[in-house]
């Protein structure tokens, strides 16, 4: 069974950084075809993609934030953090992480095939 | 990069309609598309994958539907845990990009 976790502060101020953490199990960051991807969602609108890693260290940013978003692995410890620098009102949102898992082992998968529950963040003063 | 848009944003329907909901992409992915059904309060779950492609234990009444850069999410007979909201995306190239969404509501 996979299962992935968010956790991280409910609660930023501007321009602080967000540090998310992404815990998993049932997969691992070191076997070929697996990645784990970061997506927001605000309140009552639509996902937006914003990062992704694979196995091999390859990463992909949304470019509307790519200035502002790094993405790393630990694989000894079966998680993922996501940065989000000079955080924002705007950047109020549910932040989920999510696993793709290609059962080749050869591709770069790009669909989200398992989701973690998500964790709400607030932008505020 | 490639905007999705769905169509209708919302839609009101009884136990047993047949629903559709339509992704158009802006520019060719292929089958490289991706439905999501997402409840309240919870994460998005993988409902169908390259286009027509059941993910394991979605019902047959859901099917997908490819037509060049369109592409339909058909409900054949909507069951009271079907309504939720439905999401595309597509998965054919960086970046990833998801359609507004589509609520499905009971009439």
């Known amino acids: 069974q996979i299962t992935l976790k968010e956790s991280g502060p409910t609660l930023v101020k501007p321009t602080q950084t967000l540090t998310l953490t992404c815990i998993f199990s049932g997969i691992s960051l070191s076997t070929s075809g697996v990645g784990v991807g970061w997506i927001r969602q605000p309140p009552g609108k639509a996902l937006e993609w914003l990062a992704l890693?694979?196995?091999?260290?390859?990463?992909d940013y949304s470019p509307s934030l790519n200035s502002r978003l790094t993405i790393t692995k630990d694989t000894s410890k079966d998680q993922v953090v996501l940065t989000l620098t000079n955080m924002a009102p705007v950047d109020t949102a549910t932040y989920y992480c999510a696993a793709l898992v290609d059962p080749s082992g050869n591709h770069y998968r790009k669909t989200f095939d398992h989701w973690g529950q998500g964790t709400l963040v607030t932008v505020s003063s | 990069d490639i905007q999705m848009t769905q169509s209708p944003s919302s839609v009101s329907a009884s136990v047993g309609d047949r629903v559709t909901i339509t992704c158009r992409a802006s520019q060719g992915i292929r089958n490289w598309l991706v439905w999501y059904q997402q409840k309240p309060g919870k994460a998005p779950n993988l409902l169908i994958d390259?286009?027509?492609i059941l993910a394991s234990g979605v019902p047959s009444r859901f099917s997908g539907s490819p037509s060049g850069t369109d592409f339909t999410l058909t409900i054949s007979s909507l069951q009271p845990e079907d309504f939720a909201t439905y999401y595309c995306q597509q998965s054919n190239s960086f970046p990833l990009t998801f359609g507004g969404g589509t609520k499905v509501e009971i009439k």
């Open positions: 390259a286009a027509s």
């Open positions: 890693i694979y196995w091999n260290d390859v990463k």
